[in-house]
């Protein structure tokens, strides 16, 4: 089956970094992206990986492993208006049919 | 460009009513997905469509139809409304090629009373 698994919550400190995991088991892997979304607001695009490696967006960084199966977004420099849930996503060829599969996201709470 | 717009942005309704959602994508999208999130259950599939073709679909009930029109502005419908209908619809519009990335519209937050 098809199945993105990650953390339900997190807490972590104004100024520190957090690292927010995504194991996924798909056929047909062709992309991952992460989205951020603040309570109440809709989804918003953060980061696409589909090579092996680290892509690095200002305080923002994702990292992929396809060999195993492995995502993580990790957030520096930590601001309480980063207190949002983290939607992780993979996209999955079957034939000529391209899927998003969604994960449940994980919510992170930043203290001050 | 203009982001993705969504109409309304709420709506109440009663069970047995019938609702219709509306999308606009980015200026030279021709794709638009459309999901359910409710609690806990995450972002639901609803689906696809690429230049007026229903490309993909979840596994939600006929209740649930879509359609998109030549200009690539897309309405999904739900007749015969439940309560468990309740939820923020969002719309995703996207090229529908490459990497493909869909960005969402602000959502319509339907409650069905």
């Known amino acids: 089956g098809q199945n993105i698994d990650q953390p339900t919550e997190m807490t972590a400190t104004e100024g520190a970094i957090v690292q927010i995991n995504c194991t996924y088991q798909?056929?047909?892997?062709?992309?991952l992206f992460w989205y951020q979304q603040h309570a109440g607001e809709a989804p918003t695009f953060l980061s696409y990986n589909v090579l092996d490696g680290l892509e690095e967006k200002g305080r923002f960084s994702s990292f992929l492993s396809r060999s195993k199966g492995y995502s993580y977004l990790l957030l520096k420099e930590l601001q309480m208006k980063d207190s949002a849930s983290y939607l992780c996503a993979v996209r999955a060829l079957a034939g000529n049919n391209r899927k998003l599969i969604w994960g449940l996201g994980t919510s992170l709470a930043v203290n001050p | 460009k203009a982001g993705v717009t969504q109409t309304p942005r709420y709506l109440i309704k009663t069970r047995g009513q019938q609702v219709t959602l509306s999308c606009s994508p980015i200026?030279?999208?021709?794709?638009v997905s459309w999901y359910q999130q409710t609690p806990g259950q995450g972002l639901q599939f609803l689906f696809e469509?690429?230049?007026?073709?229903?490309?993909n679909k979840g596994n939600f009930p006929g209740r649930f139809s879509g359609r998109q029109f030549s200009n690539s502005r897309s309405e999904m419908n739900v007749s015969t409304l439940e309560l468990g209908d309740s939820a923020l619809y969002l719309c995703?519009?996207?090229?529908?090629?490459?990497?493909?990335?869909?960005?969402f519209g602000p959502g319509t937050r339907l409650t069905v009373l």
């Open positions: 200026s030279g999208h021709r794709s």
């Open positions: 469509y690429f230049s007026e073709t229903q490309r």
């Open positions: 798909t056929s047909g892997f062709n992309g």
């Open positions: 995703a519009s996207h090229s529908g090629r490459a990497a493909d990335t869909q960005y």
